[in-house]
């Protein structure tokens, strides 16, 4: 059985990868911004869940024969969604206003079965977990984890699967939810279509 991941995620894929499935790539190039902008969506649930039904929907072609995965993170605190801080300013404002406090990773999942080269049916599911950072974070040690590009670029200014993981003093949920992709929850959905986990496996060295 094929998956094949609407992401260019390295998070993503490394997930997948450590769980036996090597994905076949094929990145979306969605407009997240004017997505958002056209369908105003009214919660962080449901702004996941639009962009990853998007991000699979974009990339549907009659050569696919498998499953389509996509998928889209955000982090919510106090109600205010934050996406990718992209500036190094942007990023402290952050990590200032999130040390010591505990926020809500949001991951969506979308899932087509595209088995046969035949657009069939469409799942998804939103895997939310919360996040909370320490409170003794110095700001030395914000400005130089910032200094390593790292939060840039991912939801929320932070990774719980590499630099940013020592601020991070605990997860009330599925960790892989904070990577951007629940493993729990993608097997539920493939459950769905009546396809088990261990068909997916195609890892040489498993």
Do not use: C
């Amino acid at each position: 059985m094929r998956l094949y991941l609407a992401s260019t995620s390295p998070a993503r894929l490394a997930t997948l990868r450590a769980a036996g499935i090597e994905p076949v790539v094929l990145p979306s190039f969605v407009d997240e911004e004017a997505a958002v902008e056209a369908a105003s969506p009214s919660s962080a649930v449901e702004m996941v869940q639009l962009l990853a039904r998007l991000k699979a929907s974009a990339v549907v072609s009659a050569e696919i024969d498998g499953f389509i995965l996509g998928g889209d993170s955000a982090f919510e605190l106090d109600g205010v969604i934050y996406g990718k801080p992209h500036e190094p300013a942007i990023a402290r404002e952050r990590w200032i206003l999130q040390r010591g406090r505990t926020g809500h990773l949001h991951s969506g999942h979308w899932l087509i079965d595209h088995r046969g080269g035949v657009l069939g049916e469409a799942r998804g599911a939103v895997a939310t977990a919360g996040v909370t950072f320490a409170t003794d974070i110095s700001d030395a040690e914000i400005d130089a984890y910032i200094a390593t590009e790292e939060p840039l670029e991912v939801a929320g200014a932070f990774t719980i699967d590499s630099l940013g993981a020592p601020f991070i003093t605990s997860v009330d949920g599925d960790p892989h939810a904070v990577v951007g992709l629940s493993l729990s929850t993608l097997r539920s959905l493939f459950l769905e279509y009546g396809v088990e986990w261990h068909s997916l496996w195609n890892r040489r060295d498993l």
